[in-house]
């Protein structure tokens, strides 16, 4: 067993350089004894003409025009080619047993000159290149560093205030909701009435916490959003609509509960599973078909209704994945609207430093003097932009380690640095492999056209 593994094609490909191998060598070997056997006749005519007087000709003058005619059975694809070398061949064949040790060692040396070469004409050398580098990074280290202070001036990372928020039975909002529904209530009542009315006015299930001892639930009161997944500003038009649609709760672990509204309104212990939820919610959409725009409406009316209250709406999808923490940043008044709001800075950090390193790409794009081949031009550029990037985000990451303050942390500019870790990476492994390809097909040509000569 070599070195080497090989795809079930790369084993096709070996079997058939070794079957035009053998026929190579057979050739040879043909050539090579009906030659001996012209020269012995070539000799033997020469001695008797010798004993007989005659002067030899000199061969130098001769001119001879040599044939070699063979019929030669011609193979119409590949997969022909690929369908006789496995006829011919029973065993893999690998690379050991086509190249001897010099023709490996050999092919090495090629390949590290091809390497070499690729490295000299994608290198950062170059004076030019090497301002550029600078430029840019000087750049995006001092748009990282100064981050944490431009962000703080925008309250980056800073919970809200709750006497700047309005209770949560405050009249102002259940006007502005029951305003909204009967809204909605006379658009559509031409179509008659029906549940969907209901779903309109009736107090959301997962708004209600009783009967939650009995099912061994701590939903904390008036923290409860933080544990219902109708309270999530994401997950909530799924599972939220779900619930008004089939009175039900479902918690963060995507467990769901009926609710009751009779005698009060209550969590029962019967459980019901995901399958069944949106069953259900798949046949009250058929019963009716104002019941699923109904309750869309209603779950957009209640998550808006509590996103400006003194609890907010919990950070989206957090709670799902790790509760703890999703509660522990709840309670400090860290809500989905302080999380929006660093979002955008986040974002808008990422887009300076995405355009940052547009204005770079562009301008080095134009300053290729030697006129050498485009891909590898944009190899370099991206290289500057990969190195800055990458020593602008240490930098950072150093700076918030010896303030101790993550607020310093540019997690948009960290993110555009990934993102030409990723995707420089590949792009640069990509264009290396296709001009590997190229010298490859260079000397072949070459060997091609030194056979044709011969």
């Known amino acids: 067993m070599g070195k080497y593994n090989y795809t079930d094609r790369e084993k096709d490909f070996n079997k058939v350089l070794k079957m035009n191998q053998n026929e190579s060598f057979s050739l040879e070997k043909q050539c090579s004894s009906r030659i001996y056997k012209l020269d012995e006749h070539i000799n033997s005519s020469e001695a008797l003409l010798k004993s007989l007087g005659y002067a030899l000709p000199n061969k130098s003058v001769i001119k001879k025009e040599q044939k070699l005619s063979s019929k030669i059975q011609e193979i119409k694809s590949y997969d022909d080619l690929v369908k006789k070398a496995n006829a011919e061949i029973h065993n893999d064949v690998e690379l050991e047993d086509l190249l001897s040790e010099k023709e490996f060692q050999e092919a090495y040396k090629r390949l590290d000159a091809i390497h070499d070469e690729f490295s000299h004409k994608t290198g950062i050398v170059n004076k030019t290149d090497l301002i550029f580098l600078g430029i840019a990074t000087a750049l995006q280290t001092v748009k990282s560093l100064l981050f944490g202070r431009v962000a703080g001036k925008f309250d980056y990372g800073n919970s809200f205030n709750p006497d700047a928020r309005l209770a949560h039975n405050d009249k102002s909002i259940e006007k502005e909701h029951r305003r909204a529904n009967d809204g909605f209530k006379e658009k559509h009542e031409n179509n008659g009435h029906g549940y969907w009315m209901y779903?309109?006015?009736?107090?959301?299930?997962?708004?209600?916490?009783?009967?939650?001892?009995?099912?061994?639930?701590?939903?904390?009161?008036?923290?409860?959003?933080?544990?219902?997944?109708?309270?999530?500003?994401?997950?909530?038009?799924?599972?939220?609509?779900?619930?008004?649609?089939?009175?039900?709760?479902?918690?963060?672990?995507?467990?769901?509960?009926?609710?009751?509204?009779?005698?009060?309104?209550?969590?029962?212990?019967?459980?019901?599973?995901?399958?069944?939820?949106?069953?259900?919610?798949?046949?009250?959409?058929?019963?009716?078909?104002?019941?699923?725009?109904?309750?869309?409406?209603?779950?957009?009316?209640?998550?808006?209704?509590?996103?400006?209250?003194?609890?907010?709406?919990?950070?989206?999808?957090?709670?799902?994945?790790?509760?703890?923490?999703?509660?522990?940043?709840?309670?400090?008044?860290?809500?989905?609207?302080?999380?929006?709001?660093?979002?955008?800075?986040?974002?808008?950090?990422?887009?300076?430093?995405?355009?940052?390193?547009?204005?770079?790409?562009?301008?080095?794009?134009?300053?290729?003097?030697?006129?050498?081949?485009?891909?590898?031009?944009?190899?370099?550029?991206?290289?500057?932009?990969?190195?800055?990037?990458?020593?602008?985000?240490?930098?950072?990451?150093?700076?918030?380690?010896?303030?101790?303050?993550?607020?310093?942390?540019?997690?948009?500019?960290?993110?555009?640095?990934?993102?030409?870790?990723?995707?420089?990476?590949?792009?640069?492994?990509?264009?290396?492999?296709?001009?590997?390809?190229?010298?490859?097909?260079?000397?072949?040509?070459?060997?091609?056209?030194?056979?044709?000569?011969?």
């Open 199 to 454: 779903i309109l006015y009736q107090t959301p299930p997962y708004d209600i916490t009783k009967g939650s001892p009995s099912i061994n639930r701590n939903m904390e009161g008036g923290y409860h959003r933080i544990h219902t997944l109708g309270h999530d500003p994401i997950l909530g038009w799924i599972f939220g609509t779900a619930n008004i649609l089939t009175d039900t709760i479902t918690f963060e672990d995507f467990k769901s509960n009926r609710v009751i509204r009779n005698p009060k309104m209550m969590i029962t212990p019967e459980s019901v599973p995901l399958a069944k939820l949106f069953g259900e919610s798949f046949e009250m959409c058929k019963a009716d078909s104002l019941n699923l725009p109904a309750a869309i409406f209603a779950e957009g009316c209640h998550l808006k209704s509590d996103e400006f209250t003194k609890l907010g709406l919990p950070v989206p999808i957090l709670e799902a994945i790790n509760t703890d923490f999703a509660s522990k940043l709840y309670k400090s008044n860290y809500d989905a609207l302080c999380f929006s709001r660093d979002l955008k800075i986040i974002g808008a950090s990422a887009g300076i430093s995405i355009f940052i390193d547009m204005i770079i790409g562009l301008v080095h794009g134009l300053f290729n003097k030697e006129k050498i081949n485009k891909d590898l031009y944009e190899v370099r550029t991206r290289k500057i932009l990969l190195i800055s990037n990458s020593i602008a985000s240490t930098s950072n990451i150093i700076q918030t380690l010896i303030t101790d303050n993550p607020k310093n942390l540019d997690i948009g500019g960290l993110l555009v640095s990934l993102s030409h870790l990723f995707m420089d990476l590949r792009f640069i492994s990509r264009i290396k492999e296709e001009f590997i390809k190229q010298e490859l097909n260079k000397d072949l040509i070459k060997e091609l056209e030194r056979l044709d000569s011969i």
